[in-house]
């Protein structure tokens, strides 16, 4: 069970979108719609942004939206501000109730 | 006001044991599954594994199995992680965490983390 790869960085001036992709196998995000989203900032508990695929929960701005093709999951940051640099992981469902995360992606507003 | 509230930062030296906890209220304990998550220093964060507080059903991360062990007393809305002999490796922030909903695996609530260093 190897983890999800995402790139290590993104970066994007203030009102751009960006994406961050995380990419897995056909065991983990390739076979289920379970994959969710957490913005950490540095010293912060991780928040959830996106679950099961492109869920938001409440409170969750509609400037992040998540989807998935094939074994890639990816999230939009549409209209980039600068609350939005942090670090972003993924996480999906792995078979027999156990999860995989990402290896991180940290975002950087310009 | 739902809560997930972890014990205090510990210190401790390779091959002591130690357990931490992650106590749940304003909502119902049993109901939810709580999951355990690894974050070594700079690093991302790692699913260890979860616990069903209703039957202490618990399932973990083939990389964690056998390296630490889970459990929940539901009289006191209580989950535990607990090592029998801490390595330098175990030295992390470790969070709890708490479902959308009962059957979803997007983690809503997290607890404050507890920070477990262990040095000589």
């Known amino acids: 069970q190897s983890a999800l790869t995402q790139p290590a960085s993104v970066s994007g001036s203030p009102g751009q979108s960006i994406t961050i992709s995380c990419t897995g196998t056909?065991?983990?995000?390739?076979?289920?719609?379970?994959v969710s989203w957490y913005q950490q900032h540095p010293g912060k508990a991780p928040k959830l942004m996106i679950y099961e695929g492109s869920k938001r929960p409440s409170g969750v701005s509609n400037r992040f939206s998540g989807s998935k093709s094939g074994n890639t999951a990816s999230l939009t940051i549409s209209g980039l501000q600068a609350e939005d640099e942090a670090d972003y992981h993924c996480?999906?469902?792995?078979?027999?109730?156990?999860?995989?995360f990402g290896t991180g992606t940290k975002v950087t507003v310009l | 006001e739902v809560q997930l509230v972890q014990s205090g930062a510990e210190v401790k030296k390779p091959g002591e044991s130690l357990k931490i906890s992650c106590k749940g209220s304003g909502y119902s304990f049993t109901s939810y599954w709580i999951v355990w998550v690894r974050q070594m220093p700079g690093k991302g964060l790692e699913w260890m594994g979860t616990i069903y507080p209703g039957d202490s059903d618990t399932r973990y991360s083939p990389s964690f199995q056998g390296q630490v062990t889970i459990s929940a007393d539901k009289s006191i809305s209580t989950a535990y992680l607990q090592w029998s002999s801490l390595k330098a490796s175990d030295t992390a922030m470790y969070y709890c965490?708490?479902?959308?909903?009962?059957?979803?695996?997007?983690?809503?609530?997290w607890g404050q983390g507890t920070l477990v260093t262990v040095s000589s």
């Open positions: 996480c999906s469902y792995a078979g027999s109730s156990t999860y995989v």
């Open positions: 056909s065991s983990d995000v390739g076979s289920y719609n379970l």
């Open positions: 965490a708490r479902g959308v909903n009962p059957d979803s695996s997007g983690w809503y609530y």
